[in-house]
């Protein structure tokens, strides 16, 4: 059994592989950033183009993303707070994370709080706020 590197303990395709690999769509903005961090960790940087919109996808460079997925080595990542969307806006969402990554021997980290909008039934990655 493959666990997934989302750090679920859960079984990868059970987990954030029902996601990457098109079984299913992330119900919750917790679960969409589980499965991107996942994307980067097995280097499917198509994943990652398909789950944003707006700002994080005008901005975003497929080239450099893919060769800094390529030279790191991922290390793990905490959720600090992922609350569910509320009644007041069902469509919007918020999860502060913390994703630790090696590069080129240095142990780094990237704090965000990433914004998730949801379009008819599927929630994608919009925009971030480093910490």
């Not at 994943?47 to 290390?75: C, E, N, P, R, V």
Request: proline letters at 5%.
């Amino acid at each position: 059994m493959e666990l997934c590197p989302c750090g679920s303990n859960k079984n990868y395709f059970t987990c954030c592989g029902a996601f990457i690999e098109n079984a299913e769509l992330p119900p919750t903005p917790e679960a969409l950033m589980r499965s991107r961090y996942t994307a980067y960790t097995k280097i499917n940087i198509g994943y990652i183009i398909k789950t944003m919109k707006g700002k994080a996808a005008k901005h975003f460079d497929a080239i450099k993303s893919l060769q800094w997925a390529k030279k790191s080595k991922w290390l793990g990542l905490t959720i600090i707070e992922a609350p569910l969307p509320n009644k007041d806006n069902p469509k919007k969402g918020l999860v502060e994370f913390i994703a630790k990554y090696e590069l080129n021997g240095k142990q780094q980290s990237i704090h965000e709080v990433s914004e998730f909008h949801r379009y008819k039934d599927t929630w994608y990655y919009t925009n971030g706020v480093i910490k």
